[in-house]
């Protein structure tokens, strides 16, 4: 199966590598406005194919995703330091205008999976300059991942069992659904009490600020994220790919909410196949609410 990446700066080629590492595809293209950039970037990942799975790996123009199943969008500018996902808006939607028509003409069967940010917004946009395709965007699959990592490291477990979802924007408005959380089946407070563990509500405060601040820590430290979000793209193109039905926090439309969000989505063969809604304490409820009103406030500018 076939997967193409558009954007091959470091979110891209770090998708594109994760992809290759993981064996998720048979075959992978890169396709950048920088041709030089993307041969390069695929000529060094085609090197890790013999001692990992073997993907074939290339590059070329827009003709080159043809027949791929999955279209990884991760062309734009970087959020850099000091500078939130939504100040991104008006540059990376002015690139999705040239770049989104493309795509969908020489690839109009493929999942588009969008990982440029402000990533929600984007998938609306990208939603509707391919009319009729599947979209979805990489939500907060990264942000739960964060959520679940932190959560691991105080109960002192393997971080897979650990559940916990980020729900709404991928960004400051961002919902920990603490309601959803646990560890191992028993809710992170009946586990802590369990192992004889601390926890307190400043441990958990802790977890909630390193969740919401892990991006622009990094950005501080080393001017861009590209692991996590790597993986994570490669995680959501599997569930496309193997049409495994996976419960992924994906973005995408949310008629309920007015515009492209992140809940437990079921991801398949098509894309998104189905939308779950966790009952949530009143105080998640409202603030979920309240950052789909912070996404609209801010999408407006793209429909005029």
Same mark, same amino acid.
């Given at each position: 199966?076939?997967?193409a990446? !558009?954007g091959?700066g470091?979110?891209?080629a770090?998708?594109?590598?994760a992809?290759?590492?993981? %064996?998720s595809?048979s075959?992978?293209v890169?396709?950048d406005?920088?041709?030089?950039?993307?041969?390069?970037?695929?000529?060094?990942?085609?090197?890790?194919?013999?001692v990992?799975h073997g993907?074939?790996?290339?590059?070329?123009?827009?003709?080159?995703l043809a027949?791929a199943? !999955?279209v990884?969008?991760?062309?734009g500018?970087?959020?850099?330091?000091?500078e939130?996902?939504?100040?991104?808006?008006?540059?990376?939607?002015?690139?999705f205008?040239? &770049?989104?028509?493309?795509?969908a003409?020489?690839?109009?069967?493929?999942?588009?999976?969008?990982?440029?940010?402000?990533v929600?917004l984007? #998938?609306?946009?990208? *939603? $509707?300059?391919?009319?009729?395709?599947?979209v979805? %965007?990489?939500?907060?699959?990264l942000?739960?991942?964060?959520?679940?990592h932190m959560?691991?490291?105080?109960?002192?477990?393997?971080?897979?069992?650990?559940?916990?979802?980020?729900? %709404?924007?991928?960004g400051?408005?961002?919902?920990?659904?603490?309601s959803t959380?646990? &560890?191992?089946?028993?809710?992170?407070?009946?586990?802590?009490?369990?192992?004889g563990?601390e926890?307190?509500?400043?441990?958990?405060?802790?977890i909630?600020?390193g969740?919401?601040?892990?991006?622009a820590?990094?950005?501080? %430290?080393?001017?861009?994220?590209?692991? *996590?979000?790597?993986?994570a793209?490669?995680?959501?193109?599997?569930?496309?790919?193997?049409?495994?039905?996976s419960?992924?926090?994906?973005?995408?439309? #949310?008629?309920?909410?007015?515009?492209?969000l992140?809940?437990?989505?079921? &991801?398949?063969? *098509?894309g998104?196949e189905g939308?779950?809604l966790?009952?949530? #304490?009143?105080?998640?409820a409202?603030a979920?609410?309240e950052s789909?009103d912070?996404?609209?406030?801010?999408?407006? $500018?793209l429909?005029?």
């Amino acid at each position: 199966m076939k997967v193409a990446v !558009v954007g091959a700066g470091l979110v891209g080629a770090t998708a594109a590598y994760a992809l290759t590492l993981r %064996g998720s595809c048979s075959d992978l293209v890169l396709v950048d406005r920088d041709e030089a950039r993307a041969q390069a970037e695929a000529q060094d990942i085609a090197h890790a194919a013999p001692v990992s799975h073997g993907t074939r790996v290339s590059s070329g123009g827009y003709a080159a995703l043809a027949d791929a199943r !999955v279209v990884v969008v991760a062309a734009g500018a970087n959020q850099q330091p000091g500078e939130s996902r939504l100040d991104l808006l008006d540059k990376n939607a002015a690139i999705f205008r040239a &770049v989104i028509p493309q795509i969908a003409h020489h690839a109009p069967q493929a999942v588009l999976l969008i990982a440029t940010n402000p990533v929600d917004l984007l #998938t609306d946009l990208a *939603g $509707r300059l391919a009319p009729g395709q599947s979209v979805l %965007g990489s939500g907060t699959v990264l942000d739960s991942a964060r959520f679940r990592h932190m959560i691991a490291q105080r109960a002192n477990v393997d971080p897979r069992h650990v559940h916990g979802y980020v729900l %709404g924007e991928h960004g400051d408005s961002e919902v920990l659904a603490w309601s959803t959380a646990a &560890v191992a089946g028993l809710p992170v407070a009946d586990f802590m009490a369990a192992r004889g563990l601390e926890w307190t509500p400043e441990l958990r405060g802790e977890i909630d600020t390193g969740t919401r601040d892990a991006a622009a820590t990094i950005i501080q %430290g080393k001017r861009a994220t590209y692991y *996590g979000i790597g993986a994570a793209l490669a995680r959501i193109a599997e569930a496309v790919l193997g049409d495994r039905r996976s419960v992924l926090t994906v973005s995408a439309p #949310t008629p309920e909410y007015g515009v492209s969000l992140s809940l437990p989505r079921i &991801v398949g063969a *098509g894309g998104v196949e189905g939308t779950l809604l966790p009952t949530l #304490t009143p105080q998640e409820a409202a603030a979920l609410q309240e950052s789909a009103d912070v996404l609209q406030k801010r999408g407006e $500018r793209l429909k005029a």
